[in-house]
């Protein structure tokens, strides 16, 4: 399976971005997908999941009320949607995959993904 990102750029802060991770090759099994973000000197952190049926989510706290996931049953893409960005986020943004039940989000550890995109980087300027 391989995973591609896209939708990172440049913006000031307070402004949008609206990222997208597309799986393809995938083997028919259920999947959840996953974006984590890692800034420089940081380590990766979970923003948010979607399970393979897209009726559960999860969002991270610090970034709950300016992040919007979505997902379609049992659609090959993530959506996410970052709105009212602030300079702290600047990272480079990766999409992950985990094969697992169609009700479950993926869960919060890195090590639970076994596939992984590239980085798509994000700059928010003050």
């Known amino acids: 399976v391989q995973l591609q990102a896209s939708g990172g750029g440049l913006v000031q802060a307070g402004g949008a971005l609206r990222l997208s991770c597309a799986a393809s090759?995938?083997?028919?099994?259920?999947?959840?997908l996953a974006w984590f973000r890692q800034s420089p000197g940081g380590g990766r952190e979970l923003v948010a999941a979607?399970?393979?049926?897209?009726?559960?989510?999860f969002t991270s706290d610090s970034m709950k009320d300016r992040v919007t996931i979505s997902r379609k049953r049992a659609g090959n893409t993530l959506y996410l949607q970052l709105d009212s960005l602030k300079p702290e986020d600047t990272a480079d943004y990766y999409c992950?995959?985990?094969?697992?039940?169609?009700?479950?989000?993926?869960?919060?550890?890195?090590?639970?993904?076994?596939?992984w995109g590239r980085g798509t980087q994000v700059t928010v300027s003050s």
């Open positions: 090759g995938d083997d028919g099994r259920s999947y959840a």
């Open positions: 979607a399970s393979w049926d897209g009726k559960n989510t």
């Open positions: 992950a995959l985990r094969y697992t039940t169609p009700t479950n989000w993926g869960g919060t550890s890195r090590y639970f993904y076994v596939a």
